[in-house]
């Protein structure tokens, strides 16, 4: 009799599974999606209650066909893509490729890759949730109805190759409005006053002052700051009173996925789309010594922070014997979920707290140790007593006028953060020893210390802040936060600068065209609603052709509206309130093929044209052109002077000789592009390999002698030969399952090394 059949989505799972399960069921991989909307239309059919044409992906046939091939004869097909919504969309794609008469489907639910867990998932099988796979469907169908329709706007109005998506323009939007804060903000100027003082006995310590005449201390200037000090020089400072007491800290709960992004972002200093990765491959799978393939930790997409009873248990039973009783709680600690978690997965955490990190490094690259680290010891603290801290506010008072304040703390008992600090505890180094001196001590007074300030723009957003920020406002859900980050910087709207996300130009343009022509796209609310909406579908309170027939109304009217009324900047141009210096007429800012520049709104009777900068505050100002007759070398064609020049891809090399001869180089010596310091693996070629970018805007790596050497590649080289074929060179590749990797170019070749 033929066995079952186990359909994972990720090829690494079958390892792990067989290890197993591998005696009593045949175990094949989906890869991944199988069927997906058209690529070149929109695959959605509006009258007829936005019927999907689903198709098969076209370089999945051989994995189509392997799977038709060892579901031949099974009578039971067990479907175990991951226990999400996008799990759910191919577990029902995988149905409608492999339905037969008498065959029966199974979902399984597998949440963390061990023996338990595979086991309870075989145990407890499920029919396919199809109102699960409507909420996927319905999020597909809102993005490609978004994305395929304003993106020809954007090709019209503004650039080819531009797009817009439903949520990711939001993200761009709160990072745009913040930028426009910024650069509105005017520093206004304050002074705080402490005062370096000594007890009859050491410490000594400096105290802040807080009030003046019993109100709020707010010292505007400099001149308020000298009557102050003036004030203070013969002043007695005396305790006026002592506050003390015990504060008892809990833990944080284990990690959900934005919490996981944000603690990995600011400790590890690893991306959002990173952290993701790494954890993917704890989750499906590590071979530590035991036989084979181990999941490490539970599943990764979540918002819950719910966790079975036995891993709080095996936490407890960990804690009582490693650290001792006084750590350990007399009953496991569990936590209440927001009230948008949909519950459906336990939060991150190990499958078994006895893979202590230190036992498992020896089988885990450095970045898979690292992030097993903070979710261990997230978890384990998780369970752990609190910690106990001794807080004690010292009041001081100076002439009845002034009251200083200094505040210390003393940990009594550590509990939870012997393992696990917090970010609060991460700022208490800074916290001062204070003297034991009683109520009514006259102090000594060593140095008064005045200290101007000025006020502080919001700052602007990193990873970890815009995940935070995403989540606080119901903006995408835990699948989709790294990819909305790595979006935004792909289609060039935002940069990430020193970790910290700035608009581009063409970020603020296209977002204040889609803000005006679609305001509920881009609007906070509107869309957070809509993932309300989603939920509800999943949940079976909504219908997924109400949700669609409810959005599109709306949609349709701002489209018609935007195909006539959204400015085009390739025509007409954004206004700015800058003149032209060769008629004075204004000058507009436009979108060419090559980027954004100024041009003159006089034109044809006035063709000036110019590049332009945004200071700080965002004042747009003229890039002079740079006119240099000096001669830079001979022309290699007809041996006339060459001098430097501006054009439209910025400085170049041009033959004085022109219009005769238009020979051009780059300022480079022929080197448009950044050097990669790899060498032109092509015969006879003495070029080198530079990092370009291709008229739409793609990153590319081709031959500084082109067009002389056509080499190109969008992998980026290495300079290394393949140990296996000896290849000149190697290129690094990225992908979700297997994070960064160097691989041979050679076809015929497999060799690949993990980075």
């Given at each position: 009799m033929t066995k079952p059949l186990i359909i994972v989505e990720s090829p690494t799972k079958i390892k792990t599974l067989k290890k197993y399960i591998g005696k009593d069921f045949n175990i094949a991989a989906s890869a991944g999606h199988i069927r997906d909307l058209p690529i070149k239309t929109l695959g959605i059919d509006i009258e007829k209650n936005f019927k999907a044409n689903y198709v098969n992906i076209k370089d999945k046939s051989k994995i189509i066909a392997n799977l038709k091939k060892m579901a031949k004869d099974t009578k039971e097909v067990y479907l175990a893509p991951d226990p999400d919504r996008e799990g759910e969309a191919i577990a029902f794609h995988i149905m409608d490729i492999l339905k037969k008469k008498d065959r029966i489907f199974h979902r399984i639910l597998i949440h963390e890759l061990t023996k338990k867990g595979i086991q309870e998932a075989l145990q407890h099988p499920l029919k396919p949730d199809a109102d699960k796979y409507d909420a996927q469907q319905a999020r597909r169908k809102l993005d490609r109805l978004v994305g395929y329709q304003i993106s020809p706007l954007l090709w019209k109005k503004v650039q080819r190759g531009l797009s817009a998506g439903r949520v990711q323009s939001v993200a761009v939007r709160i990072i745009c409005d913040r930028e426009r804060h910024i650069r509105k903000f005017v520093p206004e100027e304050f002074w705080t006053i402490t005062a370096d003082l000594l007890a009859p006995f050491p410490p000594q310590f400096n105290a802040g002052l807080i009030k003046i005449d019993r109100k709020k201390a707010f010292i505007?200037?400099?001149?308020?700051?000298?009557?102050?000090?003036?004030?203070?020089?013969?002043?007695?400072?005396?305790?006026?009173?002592?506050?003390?007491?015990?504060?008892?800290?809990?833990?944080?709960?284990?990690?959900?996925?934005?919490?996981?992004?944000?603690?990995?972002?600011?400790?590890?200093?690893?991306?959002?789309?990173?952290?993701?990765?790494?954890?993917?491959?704890?989750?499906?799978?590590?071979?530590?010594?035991?036989?084979?393939?181990?999941?490490?930790?539970?599943?990764?997409?979540?918002?819950?922070?719910?966790?079975?009873?036995?891993?709080?248990?095996?936490?407890?039973?960990?804690?009582?014997?490693?650290?001792?009783?006084?750590?350990?709680?007399?009953?496991?600690?569990?936590?209440?979920?927001?009230?948008?978690?949909?519950?459906?997965?336990?939060?991150?955490?190990?499958?078994?707290?006895f893979h202590e990190p230190k036992l498992v490094k020896k089988f885990l690259n450095a970045d898979q140790f690292k992030l097993y680290d903070l979710i261990w010891k997230r978890f384990v603290a998780s369970q752990m007593a609190q910690a106990i801290i001794d807080q004690k506010t010292i009041l001081i008072e100076a002439t009845q006028k002034y009251l200083f304040s200094v505040s210390g703390s003393t940990v009594r008992f550590p509990g939870f953060m012997t393992l696990y600090s917090q970010d609060t505890e991460?700022?208490?180094?800074?916290?001062?020893?204070?003297?034991?001196?009683?109520?009514?001590?006259?102090?000594?007074?060593?140095?008064?210390?005045?200290?101007?300030?000025?006020?502080?723009?919001p700052p602007r957003f990193s990873e970890a802040s815009l995940v935070k920020e995403l989540e606080k406002n119901g903006i995408g859900r835990p699948s989709?936060?790294?990819?909305?980050?790595?979006?935004?910087?792909?289609?060039?709207?935002?940069?990430?600068?020193?970790?910290?996300?700035?608009?581009s130009e063409l970020g603020f343009i296209v977002n204040e065209l889609l803000a005006d022509s679609f305001p509920n796209i881009l609007n906070i609310s509107f869309t957070a609603q809509l993932e309300t909406n989603l939920d509800e579908v999943e949940t079976g309170n909504?219908?997924?052709?109400?949700?669609?027939?409810?959005?599109?109304?709306?949609?349709?009217?701002?489209?018609?509206?935007?195909?006539?009324?959204?400015?085009?900047?390739?025509?007409?141009?954004?206004?700015?309130?800058?003149?032209?210096?060769?008629?004075?007429?204004?000058?507009?800012?436009?979108?060419g093929k090559n980027g954004h520049f100024l041009a003159c709104t006089g034109y044809p009777d006035c063709s000036f044209t110019s590049n332009y900068l945004r200071d700080k505050k965002g004042s747009l100002s003229i890039v002079e052109k740079v006119i240099d007759n000096t001669k830079v070398k001979d022309c290699i064609k007809c041996g006339k002077p060459m001098v430097q020049k501006e054009g439209r891809f910025g400085m170049f090399l041009a033959c004085t000789g022109y219009p005769e001869c238009k020979h051009t180089e780059s300022v480079n010596g022929g080197q448009n592009g950044k050097d990669t310091g790899v060498k032109c693996p092509q015969p006879d070629c003495t070029g080198t390999i530079l990092e370009r970018k291709s008229k739409r805007g793609k990153i590319f790596f081709g031959c500084s002698n082109y067009p002389n050497c056509t080499f190109a590649s969008w992998d980026k080289p290495v300079a290394r030969s393949c140990p296996d074929c000896s290849s000149p060179y190697l290129v690094e590749k990225e992908t979700k399952r297997e994070g960064k990797f160097l691989k041979c170019p050679n076809k015929a070749c497999g060799f690949k090394e993990q980075l």
């Amino acid at each position: 009799m033929t066995k079952p059949l186990i359909i994972v989505e990720s090829p690494t799972k079958i390892k792990t599974l067989k290890k197993y399960i591998g005696k009593d069921f045949n175990i094949a991989a989906s890869a991944g999606h199988i069927r997906d909307l058209p690529i070149k239309t929109l695959g959605i059919d509006i009258e007829k209650n936005f019927k999907a044409n689903y198709v098969n992906i076209k370089d999945k046939s051989k994995i189509i066909a392997n799977l038709k091939k060892m579901a031949k004869d099974t009578k039971e097909v067990y479907l175990a893509p991951d226990p999400d919504r996008e799990g759910e969309a191919i577990a029902f794609h995988i149905m409608d490729i492999l339905k037969k008469k008498d065959r029966i489907f199974h979902r399984i639910l597998i949440h963390e890759l061990t023996k338990k867990g595979i086991q309870e998932a075989l145990q407890h099988p499920l029919k396919p949730d199809a109102d699960k796979y409507d909420a996927q469907q319905a999020r597909r169908k809102l993005d490609r109805l978004v994305g395929y329709q304003i993106s020809p706007l954007l090709w019209k109005k503004v650039q080819r190759g531009l797009s817009a998506g439903r949520v990711q323009s939001v993200a761009v939007r709160i990072i745009c409005d913040r930028e426009r804060h910024i650069r509105k903000f005017v520093p206004e100027e304050f002074w705080t006053i402490t005062a370096d003082l000594l007890a009859p006995f050491p410490p000594q310590f400096n105290a802040g002052l807080i009030k003046i005449d019993r109100k709020k201390a707010f010292i505007e200037n400099q001149h308020q700051a000298s009557i102050i000090l003036k004030d203070l020089e013969t002043a007695e400072f005396v305790i006026q009173d002592i506050k003390a007491k015990t504060i008892k800290r809990n833990p944080l709960p284990p990690f959900i996925t934005s919490k996981l992004q944000q603690d990995a972002i600011n400790r590890l200093r690893f991306s959002a789309r990173k952290t993701m990765i790494v954890a993917q491959q704890l989750y499906e799978g590590i071979e530590i010594g035991t036989g084979g393939p181990e999941g490490l930790i539970t599943y990764m997409r979540t918002d819950s922070t719910r966790i079975a009873q036995d891993a709080a248990s095996e936490a407890q039973n960990f804690i009582s014997k490693t650290m001792g009783n006084e750590f350990a709680l007399s009953k496991p600690r569990f936590f209440k979920n927001k009230n948008k978690a949909q519950d459906a997965h336990e939060a991150i955490r190990p499958t078994s707290v006895f893979h202590e990190p230190k036992l498992v490094k020896k089988f885990l690259n450095a970045d898979q140790f690292k992030l097993y680290d903070l979710i261990w010891k997230r978890f384990v603290a998780s369970q752990m007593a609190q910690a106990i801290i001794d807080q004690k506010t010292i009041l001081i008072e100076a002439t009845q006028k002034y009251l200083f304040s200094v505040s210390g703390s003393t940990v009594r008992f550590p509990g939870f953060m012997t393992l696990y600090s917090q970010d609060t505890e991460l700022k208490e180094k800074d916290i001062q020893a204070l003297p034991g001196a009683p109520k009514g001590t006259i102090l000594k007074q060593l140095k008064i210390i005045p200290k101007q300030h000025f006020t502080k723009p919001p700052p602007r957003f990193s990873e970890a802040s815009l995940v935070k920020e995403l989540e606080k406002n119901g903006i995408g859900r835990p699948s989709t936060y790294a990819s909305i980050l790595s979006v935004i910087r792909d289609k060039g709207y935002v940069d990430l600068i020193n970790r910290y996300f700035i608009p581009s130009e063409l970020g603020f343009i296209v977002n204040e065209l889609l803000a005006d022509s679609f305001p509920n796209i881009l609007n906070i609310s509107f869309t957070a609603q809509l993932e309300t909406n989603l939920d509800e579908v999943e949940t079976g309170n909504l219908q997924e052709t109400q949700l669609l027939t409810n959005f599109y109304a709306s949609f349709k009217k701002s489209l018609e509206a935007a195909g006539e009324d959204m400015i085009s900047v390739k025509g007409v141009g954004i206004k700015t309130d800058l003149s032209c210096p060769s008629c004075g007429k204004q000058l507009n800012i436009k979108i060419g093929k090559n980027g954004h520049f100024l041009a003159c709104t006089g034109y044809p009777d006035c063709s000036f044209t110019s590049n332009y900068l945004r200071d700080k505050k965002g004042s747009l100002s003229i890039v002079e052109k740079v006119i240099d007759n000096t001669k830079v070398k001979d022309c290699i064609k007809c041996g006339k002077p060459m001098v430097q020049k501006e054009g439209r891809f910025g400085m170049f090399l041009a033959c004085t000789g022109y219009p005769e001869c238009k020979h051009t180089e780059s300022v480079n010596g022929g080197q448009n592009g950044k050097d990669t310091g790899v060498k032109c693996p092509q015969p006879d070629c003495t070029g080198t390999i530079l990092e370009r970018k291709s008229k739409r805007g793609k990153i590319f790596f081709g031959c500084s002698n082109y067009p002389n050497c056509t080499f190109a590649s969008w992998d980026k080289p290495v300079a290394r030969s393949c140990p296996d074929c000896s290849s000149p060179y190697l290129v690094e590749k990225e992908t979700k399952r297997e994070g960064k990797f160097l691989k041979c170019p050679n076809k015929a070749c497999g060799f690949k090394e993990q980075l």
